[in-house]
């Protein structure tokens, strides 16, 4: 079982920085990782993803395009930690985020678009004004 606890949302002005963090309990070895978000009366969206096979040090990361270039994913397995770097916030990133978490065999493959993640965070809002 895999508990996931985010934190780091805020309020900030557009332009600003936040930095979420997600630290789980269980075991994610072989997991993909996300965050996601989702604004009042809009879909939830992926927004990053990160995913490390068990048996590789290679990661690999997807963004989604409206976030391309202004936010990182990375993750500390010393500290049991997915983050998420925002740097350049719009008003239009105004949403409450999400980690979560799922096998492969559950996705079928790791990226934003994947689907039937397993282990949800409760989210943390973030809130960006012009």
């Known amino acids: 079982q895999v508990q996931l606890v985010e934190s780091g949302g805020g309020s900030v002005q557009a332009g600003g920085s936040l930095r979420l963090a997600c630290v789980w309990s269980g075991s994610t070895a072989g997991h993909c990782m996300g965050w996601h978000r989702q604004a009042p009366g809009k879909e939830r969206e992926g927004v990053a993803t990160f995913y490390t096979r068990v048996d590789s040090a290679v990661s690999s990361t997807s963004y989604a395009d409206s976030v391309k270039g202004r936010f990182t994913i990375s993750r500390d397995n010393t500290k049991k930690a997915l983050y998420l770097d925002m740097n350049n916030l719009e008003p239009a990133d105004t949403a409450k985020y999400y980690c979560?978490?799922?096998?492969?065999?559950?996705?079928?493959?790791?990226?934003?678009?994947?689907?039937?993640?397993?282990?949800w965070g409760q989210g943390t809002q973030v809130t960006v004004s012009s």
């Open positions: 979560a978490a799922g096998t492969l065999s559950s996705l079928g493959y790791c990226t934003v678009r994947s689907k039937g993640f397993t282990y």
